[in-house]
């Protein structure tokens, strides 16, 4: 593996990755996003958004990572991307998908009991498994703004 710096100050990592037709030659960070090009030269990208542990990872950590059969793992992170991953619509979230990536304090399962609706089915909106109508969306930030109403009302 050679590990060098890119004109922009970001880590690059290269080796080889190969998965079911899919081969990766190099992948680096930035601080939103890790990138990998293939063999043709493609570059592809996904969030760190989906991956909390290497957004918020050191180089020297991101760099301890080993290929598998089909992704790559940061043992010491305990996390995993594969390599089909890279390939996915959605390699950036949705708004809705942001706030919740971004506010991971909050209890999915208490928020969905609060705004009536089933904990799984907003969890599968949040990591991207289905989508939300338009009308399920705006019940979900109308719940999200009553309830910075309320915080914003707390007194002491």
Not at 102 to 124: C, D, P, Q, V, Y
Request: aromatic share 12%.
């Amino acid at each position: 593996m050679l590990i060098s710096l890119s004109p922009g100050g970001t880590s690059i990592l290269t080796d080889k990755i190969s998965s079911m037709g899919m081969a990766i030659k190099k992948i680096w960070f930035d601080a939103e996003y890790i990138y990998g090009e293939d063999e043709n030269g493609q570059v592809l990208k996904q969030s760190l958004l989906w991956y909390p542990k290497l957004k918020e990872a050191t180089d020297e950590e991101r760099n301890q990572y080993k290929f598998g059969f089909d992704g790559i793992h940061w043992r010491n992170l305990d996390e995993d991307i594969s390599f089909e991953s890279f390939n996915y619509d959605d390699a950036e979230p949705s708004k809705l998908q942001k706030f919740f990536l971004t506010h991971r304090e909050l209890n999915i399962s208490e928020f969905a009991k609060r705004i009536g609706i089933n904990a799984t089915l907003l969890r599968n909106y949040i990591n991207g498994f289905k989508h939300p109508s338009k009308e399920r969306e705006e019940q979900i930030l109308d719940s999200i703004h009553a309830i910075g109403k309320e915080y914003v009302s707390a007194v002491f």
